[in-house]
């Protein structure tokens, strides 16, 4: 088994909004760049050390504007000095656009999608699908992306649904395109990427390259169980509203600060250190904002 040392200090990242959820599910989701400002510091005084942004208008509408990403990271700047990650995922989306916004803004982190798959999301009660789509993410389309972020010094943070997407880091490693050590995002319980159980998040751990800096993301109640378990496999976490509304069944959290500060917790009660972003900037050799 692959792990960091249980007693490293955790990087604890907070997914701000997403693209899909919205205040009639959630009231306290970020739309405008004051209200992720305020979110992203409620995330960093609660320990986070970088906010994932997917960019939206001051309507609450999904963006790949450049002035909407720049809005955004201005007022988180001008608020707290978390590490900023934006997305690059897009369904529909050309890779020219959103290598455009990467170009105008320079985020220290970009995410970076792994793979093609299904995703969906099926509803026990209706016995149907609420939503299912593909998400497609040829290795041209991975290549274009890398190339751009290498060039701009932009942090790959590499988002892997499925263990065939953990397989996807090694001939990129090869190719020169992706340096070691890499940083990995494991995401459990997307309907049509990798089920959200310890067993199978252990056995993408023992996947991924050595030295890896790695965290754990899943989704909705399951997030606990799942970083539980990640925090003590040695890795770091992702919490917030994009990913997760509640603290435990029906009490839904005020903010993203409340899920950071849950995690937080976790980490401490099992010996886990939260890491500052000067730690987090230093490990990851960050060279933006």
Known sequence: MRTESPERAAMITCALSGVVANRAQCAAIPYTPEEY?????????????????????????????????????DAIVAECPVIINFSTGAVGVSVEKRVAYLEAVQPAVAALNMGSMNYAKFSESRRDFVFDFVFANPVSEI????LAMNTLKIRPECECFDLGHVGMLSPLIAMGL???PVQVSLILGVLGGIPGTVS????????????SDWEIIALSLDQWRLLAAGAALGGNVRVGLEDNFYLSPGDMARS????????????RDIGRPV????????RLALVHA
């Open 200 to 211: 199978n998040l252990t056995h993408m751990v023992d996947q991924l390259p050595p030295g």
């Open 178 to 180: 992706l340096a070691e």
């Open 256 to 267: 993203n600060g409340d899920l950071v500060a849950k995690a937080a917790r976790m980490l």
């Open 37 to 73: 400002a305020s979110e992203a510091r409620r995330a960093y005084e609660a320990g986070a050390a970088a906010v994932h942004i997917h960019a939206r208008t001051p309507t609450g509408e999904p963006s790949f504007e450049i002035e909407d990403y720049r809005n955004i990271r």
């Open 275 to 282: 890491a500052t972003v000067g730690e987090c900037r230093a």
């Open 143 to 146: 290549r274009a992306l890398l």
